[in-house]
């Protein structure tokens, strides 16, 4: 499947690690590690919340919320998106997703 150049920039924020939405968006325009100049610009939130959703269902990326009586986030089932909004949760990489990226990433270098 073809994917567009977003998906790879918000897989690549995710690839060490777990992040929060406003960590994602930070990521992908940092100035020396992000990929704004790739994108013509700055990224929007608007973007994120239009991208991420679809990279749920295609299972590239997980989602996890925070719950109250719990100090861990709790992970959500691949491939389900949550009932809060998108900027409460944080998201990181399946098994799938990261070799996704692997591939993406191999083909940058």
Avoid: K
């Avoid at 998906?7 to 930070?26: H, K, P, T, V």
């Avoid at 610009?41 to 009586?69: M, S």
């Amino acid at each position: 499947m073809t994917r567009l150049a977003i998906d790879y920039f918000i897989l690549d924020a995710l690839a060490n690690d777990r992040e929060s939405f406003e960590d994602i968006l930070r990521l992908v325009n940092h100035p020396e590690i992000g990929w704004a100049s790739e994108a013509g610009g700055p990224i929007a939130a608007a973007t994120l919340l239009t991208t991420l959703p679809r990279l749920v269902r295609d299972e590239l990326v997980q989602v996890y919320v925070e719950r109250a009586d719990r100090p861990e986030l709790e992970v959500l089932a691949v491939g389900r998106l949550p009932s809060m909004p998108l900027e409460a949760c944080y998201f990181g990489l399946t098994a799938r997703g990261q070799v996704v990226h692997g591939s993406w990433a191999t083909g940058q270098g």
